[in-house]
């Protein structure tokens, strides 16, 4: 039997601007999740998205 192998995501996270004008310095950071499977990956790293960012890349390692 195939065991599972685990999935390791790396998001990026950017704050999201106050208006679409440009020109403003934005904070951005990187979460890393650890799941059984890219969509328990993505629900776990979607609810550690502070208040005002948002998911701007995702990538995916498998162990």
Known sequence: MNEAR???LYATV??????HRGGYAL???ELVVE????D???AAAQRLVPE???IIAL?????
């Not at 799941?35 to 890219?38: A, G, H, I, L, N």
């Open 59 to 63: 990538r995916v390692e498998r162990d």
């Open 6 to 8: 685990p999935l390791t």
């Open 14 to 19: 950017q704050e999201a601007p106050p208006d």
């Open 52 to 54: 005002g960012w948002r």
């Open 27 to 29: 904070g951005r950071d």
């Open 40 to 42: 328990q990956a993505l």
């Open 35 to 38: 799941e059984s499977d890219y």
